[in-house]
């Protein structure tokens, strides 16, 4: 009996050993870590193309951020400037078309052959290894046209006379003393205007819409974001889906129409403000501190004169869920 015991263990001992040894022999493969940072690399490409007031420009980017700057040169001068892991950077194509009076940039990613048995749904969206990817385009002041398509950067202009057609799938909208018709639009970034004169309609889908200093007739929408106008002189229509709306007055002109489905509205006039006010709240409050000489009244409606009757100037307002207030300011501050 001790013998079969013996054995037993010493057959135990053998099988230990071989199952270490075959463990030994077997390879581990390790999850790649990132690339090292010294791997990384600038791609530099500079062009520049004769321009005139009566050019258009036509700019298509999917990665880099674009920036517009005037000069005071009769010149459209184009940098491009990209830093990331060297691979990543052979993916950019950036291409230029030029005819008589336009031009045309393009910043794509080359596109790429997928097997089907390595596809990475990850991967086929994602930029990694790219740290920074902008395009800065300066150009005289004034041009006939500028179209800007961003699917991945954000949008900046600064100092120009041009009629604007602007879209963002995804960035920020940034724009500075423009005059001109100004569209612009944006899927899920916000929107910053500052001392911009003309025309102009601005819708997001997602963000919010902040506006400083704006001259004429304005058309504003936001499906989830706030709207904030300061010191416009003229008139406005502005809708919010979920935000709130606030909009100060240098100069209140022609008809201003504002709304919310879910928020508040807060309006703040000068003292000598001559309009029609017509406002409607079905969840809140309506309150005014200007004297009106009221020619409707309910709990949730106020509709009456502020200052001089039949002056051309209508504000409305109306809120399904919140509080509307008509604020008197000191123009002093």
């Known amino acids: 009996m001790m013998n079969v015991k013996f054995l037993i263990f010493i057959l135990t001992g053998f099988i230990f050993a071989g199952g270490l040894l075959l463990c030994s022999n077997i390879k581990i493969t390790e999850i790649p870590q990132e690339e090292n940072l010294q791997n990384t690399d600038e791609l530099k490409i500079s062009k520049s193309f004769k321009a005139s007031p009566e050019h258009e420009i036509i700019i298509e980017s999917s990665i880099a951020d674009v920036i517009l700057q005037?000069?005071?040169?009769?010149?459209?001068?184009?940098?491009?400037?990209?830093?990331?892991?060297?691979?990543?950077?052979?993916?950019?194509?950036?291409?230029?078309?030029?005819?008589?009076?336009?031009?045309?940039?393009?910043?794509?990613?080359?596109?790429?052959?997928?097997?089907?048995?390595?596809?990475?749904?990850?991967?086929?969206?994602?930029?990694?290894?790219?740290?920074?990817?902008?395009?800065?385009?300066k150009a005289p002041d004034s041009l006939s046209n500028v179209v800007i398509k961003?699917?991945?950067?954000?949008?900046?202009?600064?100092?120009?006379?041009?009629?604007?057609?602007?879209?963002?799938?995804?960035?920020?909208?940034?724009?500075?003393?423009?005059?001109?018709?100004?569209?612009?639009?944006?899927?899920?970034?916000?929107?910053?205007?500052?001392?911009?004169?003309?025309n102009g309609e601005i819708k997001t889908a997602g963000g919010n819409i902040i506006i400083n200093q704006y001259q004429g007739k304005i058309e504003v929408e936001s499906s989830g974001g706030d709207i904030i106008v300061n010191k416009l002189n003229g008139s406005i229509s502005a809708f919010s889906a979920g935000g709130d709306v606030k909009l100060d007055f240098v100069l209140a002109l022609g008809t201003t129409n504002l709304s919310t489905a879910g928020g508040d509205i807060k309006i703040y006039a000068p003292l000598n403000l001559n309009a029609y006010v017509d406002l409607e709240s079905s969840g809140g409050n309506i309150k005014v501190d200007l004297p009106i000489r009221i020619e409707k009244k309910s709990n949730f409606e106020l509709k009456g004169w502020i200052g001089k009757q039949n002056s051309g100037t209508t504000i409305k307002a109306s809120s399904s869920g919140g509080d509307i207030e008509l604020i008197s300011k000191d123009m002093s501050l």
């Open 70 to 137: 005037s000069h005071d040169v009769n010149q459209i001068e184009i940098n491009f400037y990209a830093k990331g892991l060297s691979e990543k950077l052979k993916e950019f194509n950036i291409s230029f078309h030029e005819e008589e009076n336009s031009l045309t940039i393009k910043v794509k990613r080359k596109k790429k052959v997928w097997i089907f048995k390595s596809f990475d749904l990850f991967e086929f969206f994602q930029i990694e290894g790219i740290e920074t990817a902008q395009l800065v385009v």
């Open 150 to 198: 961003s699917s991945g950067g954000d949008i900046e202009i600064q100092n120009f006379r041009s009629n604007f057609e602007l879209s963002s799938a995804g960035g920020d909208i940034q724009l500075e003393e423009l005059s001109g018709e100004i569209y612009a639009s944006s899927a899920g970034g916000d929107t910053r205007i500052r001392n911009c004169k003309g």
